[in-house]
């Protein structure tokens, strides 16, 4: 088969590679529907990641089953699956208690920006539709692999409750999403932060109710002044860099809570100003497992459609476009047809 294979900054390639296999019993090998670029990826394609040896990349996936080891009970062949990027047993103690990407057994999902893609634990991993989905729902349940899953932990861990007054920092696919989570979940207003204008107009049409242009110290005034002095009773902070979780903060109201989902780079907190703050954070890689099956109905019911996200399709050979255009900011998120 042919995928992708990333070899060190800016440099994607698009090349022969052996079709993965079944290779434990509890392994399934499903034929890929659509796949895309992650935010994540970015750090890689920009040099921040270092690239030690060429890698087959991308961890976001949906598609039919192929093939199930000898192990495999819960899902056959020829269904419609969705997973995570991290394969979890999801039965033991951190998968009971809903942390699946923390499972004891847990194991990276890499190079799903294939035609087809192996995936561990496939009992614990993935989730089969009742049927194949119209390919109009593609985007949509592709979206659950991660970034929806990821604005969805990002409102959970920030305990977003009805009525509520939330900040979401960050206007990339995830950020853009945990607008659409707060919302769902019942916040009463939502403050996107962005100053680009089709990603302002996506926050809108998912439910931000203001959106500022201003960054760092400036947003967190403003954010401020919108509340009255007080802060947002929830802050989701979607980028991970040292400006964007210190404005998280500052912007949270004492008592209030963080939830924070993008990977930290070069960040430092400073204990007293933390102290100080009286505020709640979680974090960290979304259990994305935990909500699949909820998030599943909500979109086959057409009540969310996080699909919208992507705004660049491209066919798999193009890949390295793809991530072009999300470096250069020419496109939110980018899907990949095989
Ligand atoms: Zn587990």
Same mark, same amino acid.
Do not use: D, L
């Given at each position: 088969m042919r995928a992708a294979v990333m070899y060190g900054a800016g440099d994607v390639r698009f090349e022969e590679r052996p079709a993965p296999r079944i290779v434990q019993p509890t392994d399934a090998v499903i034929r890929i529907s659509a796949t895309c670029i992650c935010g994540s990826d970015l750090w890689s394609y920009r040099g921040i990641n270092q690239i030690k040896e060429p890698t087959p990349f991308g961890h976001e996936y949906c598609g039919v089953v192929e093939e199930v080891g000898? /192990?495999?009970?819960?899902v056959k062949r020829g269904q419609f699956v969705i997973g995570s990027f991290f394969a979890s047993d999801n039965t033991c103690q951190h998968c009971q208690a809903g942390y699946q990407s923390s499972c004891q057994h847990r194991e990276l999902v890499g190079g799903?920006? /294939?035609p087809l893609l192996r995936v561990p634990l496939a009992d614990g991993t993935l989730v089969a539709l009742p049927e194949v989905p119209p390919s109009e729902l593609i985007p949509s349940l592709l979206a659950l692999s991660d970034v929806m899953g990821t604005g969805w932990f990002a409102a959970e861990a920030a305990s977003v409750k009805p009525g509520a007054t939330v900040a979401v920092v960050g206007d990339g696919a995830v950020g853009l999403l945990a607008v659409l989570s707060a919302r769902q979940l019942g916040a009463a207003r939502v403050i996107a932060v962005s100053r680009n204008p089709s990603r302002q107009k996506l926050a809108r049409e998912f439910g931000a109710t203001d959106i500022l242009p201003e960054r760092g110290d400036e947003a967190v005034a403003r954010i401020k002044e919108l509340t009255k002095g007080i802060g947002a009773d929830s802050v989701l902070e979607c980028v991970g860099t040292q400006e964007s979780l210190m404005q998280a903060i500052q912007s949270t109201r004492p008592g209030g809570s963080i939830g924070y989902v993008?990977?930290?780079?070069g960040v430092a907190l400073d204990g007293q100003q933390l102290f100080y703050a009286l505020v709640r954070l979680h974090g960290g890689p979304a259990p994305v497992r935990r909500y699949l099956p909820n998030l599943i109905d909500l979109v086959v019911s057409g009540k969310?459609?996080?699909?919208?996200?992507?705004d660049l399709t491209l066919p798999l050979d193009q890949v390295a476009e793809g991530y072009r255009a999300m470096d250069q900011r020419r496109a939110i998120k980018t899907l990949l047809r095989p």
């Open positions: 000898s /192990a495999v009970t819960s799903a920006q /294939a993008g990977v930290p780079h969310i459609n996080p699909g919208k996200v992507f």
